[in-house]
């Protein structure tokens, strides 16, 4: 059993780190199975949020439109996770939007991980549902802030520390389930938008009348690339 580690949550825009982004970080690091600090951080996505993620979350646009950017965001994350493993459910998700916002600010972000969604895969299997709040009713673990990144963290610390006590054994094939593993997720550095690709999606969104839903500017290349793509596709050239 692992008594050292940070658990982790974040909230977005979405479920895919290639396209969405991330709206608020949360963190609690453990010592010998004791809460010892926290850290929570809205980041301004630069984008407008959904009604659904805003009616899933409580988070409310003007609630990040004064929150720092990622950038700042990530570097105050990495510094609070250290040299420490990750904990979450689910823990890959989370990993994998972190890795790619570390990637882009200039930082490697190598992890092994405890993952209570693979735990409860194992030792839960009659469970229909094993998402955090099913788990929580499960047990009944209280999470009235549910969908709340710092929140669900320590929902998922609670949650890991009731599976130990029903599961956890000293066999060989069960410990290994409990202990971190490396978190897989390859990613590239995104480059910037290009001054090219900024001109032609402002003069395109000038053209067609089009409002997008996140500022150009903060744009990475790829992203740019999509969204002059998807212009041409339904609205046609300037002409």
């Known amino acids: 059993m692992i008594n050292r580690f940070v658990a982790v949550d974040i909230e977005t825009t979405g479920l895919d780190p290639k396209r969405d982004r991330?709206?608020?970080?949360?963190?609690v690091r453990i010592r010998e199975g004791k809460m010892e600090e926290t850290?929570?951080?809205?980041?301004?996505?630069?984008?407008?949020?959904?009604?659904?993620i805003t009616e899933l979350t409580g988070i409310r646009q003007?609630?990040?439109?004064?929150?720092?950017?990622?950038?700042?965001v990530i570097e105050e994350f990495l510094k609070f996770v250290g040299e420490d493993c990750l904990l979450g459910h689910h823990v890959i998700f989370d990993f994998s939007f972190l890795k790619r916002n570390a990637v882009?600010?200039?930082?490697?972000?190598?992890?092994e991980g405890i993952d209570?969604?693979?735990?409860?895969?194992?030792?839960?299997?009659?469970?229909?549902?094993?998402?955090?709040?099913?788990?929580?009713?499960?047990?009944?673990?209280?999470?009235?802030h549910a969908h709340r990144a710092k929140e669900d963290a320590i929902t998922a610390i609670m949650?890991?520390?009731?599976?130990v006590e029903e599961f956890y054994t000293?066999?060989?094939?069960v410990k290994k389930v409990f202990l971190p593993q490396p978190l897989h997720y390859e990613v590239r550095k995104e480059t910037e938008i290009t001054k090219a690709q900024l001109k032609y999606l402002?003069?395109?969104?000038?053209y067609h009348h089009v409002s997008l839903e996140m500022e150009i500017k903060s744009l990475t290349k790829s992203e740019a690339s999509r969204q002059i793509d998807f212009i041409l596709s339904h609205y046609g050239r300037i002409r």
């Open 22 to 27: 991330i709206v608020e970080i949360g963190a």
């Open 39 to 52: 850290y929570q951080s809205f980041v301004n996505p630069q984008r407008k949020l959904s009604k659904f």
């Open 62 to 72: 003007e609630m990040l439109q004064d929150a720092p950017m990622i950038d700042q």
């Open 104 to 111: 882009n600010c200039g930082h490697s972000f190598e992890k």
């Open 116 to 144: 209570t969604l693979k735990i409860a895969r194992k030792f839960l299997k009659e469970l229909k549902q094993r998402s955090l709040s099913a788990l929580c009713e499960y047990y009944k673990i209280e999470n009235p």
């Open 159 to 163: 949650l890991y520390q009731k599976l």
């Open 170 to 173: 000293e066999e060989e094939e």
């Open 202 to 206: 402002e003069d395109l969104c000038r």
